[in-house]
């Protein structure tokens, strides 16, 4: 069983930065492809970015292309989301979530963290 911890979110203004980390308690960690997501109030769970296991190979929404790094780090077990020029409609709970294979649907993800709260105002 792989425990996924999330940190990092807050309140932040338009325009303004973020940066989403997610500790994961396996030490096989390099072993999974990891994504973010997230899930507004009302709204599906929708994909954000996948980085697979050695960390050469990321994928985005289009909705934060540009503006959004998924990044590893293997030695530490951790996974991060660096969220630049942030927009109101960014304003979500951010997930992380580990799979053997790089996906981009929640449901082929096996772990899944509690998730942390990201509030853009503008």
């Known amino acids: 069983q792989v425990q996924l911890v999330e940190s990092g979110g807050g309140l932040v203004q338009a325009g303004g930065s973020l940066r989403l980390s997610c500790a994961a308690s396996t030490r096989t960690f390099r072993n999974y492809a990891m994504g973010w997501f997230r899930q507004a109030p009302g709204k599906e769970r929708e994909f954000v970015a996948v980085?697979?296991?050695?960390?050469?190979?990321?994928y985005y929404a289009d909705s934060v292309k540009g503006r959004f790094t998924i990044s590893r780090d293997n030695a530490k077990n951790t996974v991060f989301l660096q969220m630049n020029s942030l927009k109101p409609e960014d304003t979500a709970v951010y997930y992380c979530a580990g799979s053997t294979v790089v996906v981009y649907t929640p449901k082929r993800y096996d772990y899944w963290g509690q998730g942390t709260q990201v509030t853009v105002s503008s």
């Open positions: 980085i697979n296991g050695s960390g050469g190979y990321t």
